[in-house]
């Protein structure tokens, strides 16, 4: 019942308002209860006793005991001193460890230069003549740059025809593959594309749904990107090829060196030699392939290739070097990197620079048992007579040399 009566009282303590606590703690000393807070306070706020009312440590809502100096519900005054103490020990402990508030750093000021705001808000036209020609410098070099990169597209786009069986057989049906590029519009882009196509000998074409870009606005072209069609034949792959020898097939020393440097992970894994290849050359045809993961394979057995550096004359280093039947395969695939026409001539015939050097080579058939068993395999007696009437002479010479020792061991053998 007193536990009650002291909770009732409790209850009624915070429900009523603040400028009659004195009043209450009169009755309530009237009925022999000591009150836990200094009735004489004019407010609650701020001060000690607030802590002690609604804190961790307040003794009104905390089970009662019973003391030795007076009835139930009532404490000692030495209790209540230390529960005063105790409690302002903990505000002031609480004050005490608040972290500092964070001050935000301040921001840096946003100013402009006179001569940075006229280039700003100042129309190109009223800047004079030297801002015109700075703008109009910005303006090619930004055009050279995509130009750049629409070349990149296509020296990437014919290896990978060089590469691919399907993309041979295409151009052998319909005369022409397209590569599609895409460029942000710009003025003078469509001349400047069409000079790139004219150089190599191809045919530029919009894609599909560019034909009437010239009737949007031109807010919206110049927030678009542009999608063109490049065609090339027979005859521009010929051209292309010229400008970028590179584009043809990977080096030999590179490709010994990585094929070498993969022996012993061939025998385990030849894919990883495969992606080694494309990492570091791009698309390969498969007889480059094959080549590489002979080199490999010869490496890891202990043999070397004949004539390696040293062991032959420095005039004749310069020649492609055909031992195996790999050999022969890849200089066939090389000199006829999209297949033979109908009529059995190459449909695209590699520069001099690239031919002359394998031509060289293939010399050292002539002195091998199985001549014409590498000659019928591969068609490389086909591929080498389409060359005799390369536009080169030295070529075209070294063509008709080679057909013609060919036929003389034919006729001793």
């Not at 009732?8 to 429900?15: E, G, K, W």
Request: charged share 25%.
């Amino acid at each position: 019942a007193c536990l009650l009566n002291v909770a009732f009282v409790a209850f009624r303590i915070l429900c009523i308002p603040i400028a009659s606590m004195g009043d209450l703690a009169a009755r309530l000393r009237s009925k022999g209860l000591d009150l836990p807070w200094d009735a004489s306070a004019p407010s609650l706020h701020g001060s000690a006793n607030a802590g002690s009312l609604f804190g961790t440590s307040s003794s009104l809502f905390a089970p009662s005991k019973p003391s030795s100096d007076g009835p139930l519900g009532a404490s000692s005054s030495h209790a209540k001193a230390k529960r005063t103490a105790a409690s302002a020990g903990a505000v002031k402990g609480s004050s005490a460890a608040a972290p500092a508030p964070l001050s935000a750093p301040a921001p840096a000021p946003l100013g402009l230069s006179q001569a940075e705001k006229r280039s700003l808000f100042t129309p190109l036209a009223e800047q004079g003549q030297s801002a015109i020609k700075q703008e109009q410098q910005r303006q090619l070099q930004s055009q050279g740059d995509l130009l750049k990169g629409v070349e990149a597209t296509l020296v990437r786009w014919v290896q990978e025809c060089l590469a691919r069986d399907e993309k041979r057989d295409k151009l052998v049906e319909k005369g022409m593959l397209k590569c599609r590029v895409q460029a942000k519009w710009s003025d003078g882009l469509d001349e400047s594309l069409k000079q790139l196509a004219r150089g190599y000998g191809a045919k530029l074409a919009v894609d599909g749904g560019k034909e009437n870009a010239e009737k949007h606005p031109e807010w919206l072209r110049l927030a678009r990107n542009e999608k063109w069609l490049i065609g090339f034949d027979a005859a521009a792959f010929e051209t292309f090829l010229a400008a970028h020898p590179e584009t043809l097939d990977a080096p030999c020393p590179q490709l010994r060196v990585l094929a070498e440097g993969h022996a012993e992970s061939v025998a385990k894994s030849p894919q990883v030699l495969s992606d080694a290849l494309f990492a570091r050359f791009g698309p390969l045809r498969h007889a480059t392939m094959e080549r590489a993961r002979k080199f490999a394979l010869m490496t890891k057995r202990g043999a070397k290739r004949k004539g390696g550096p040293g062991g032959r004359p420095e005039e004749e280093q310069w020649k492609a070097r055909i031992e195996w039947p790999e050999d022969v395969a890849w200089a066939a695939a090389t000199l006829a990197p999209m297949g033979l026409r109908p009529t059995g001539e190459p449909l695209v015939r590699v520069p001099a620079s690239a031919a002359l050097p394998i031509l060289e080579g293939l010399g050292i058939l002539a002195s091998m048992p199985d001549l014409v068993r590498l000659l019928r395999d591969h068609g490389l007696g086909k591929v080498v007579s389409g060359y005799r009437h390369h536009p080169k002479p030295e070529v075209a010479k070294v063509a008709k040399d080679l057909v013609s020792s060919w036929r003389a061991a034919f006729k001793e053998k």
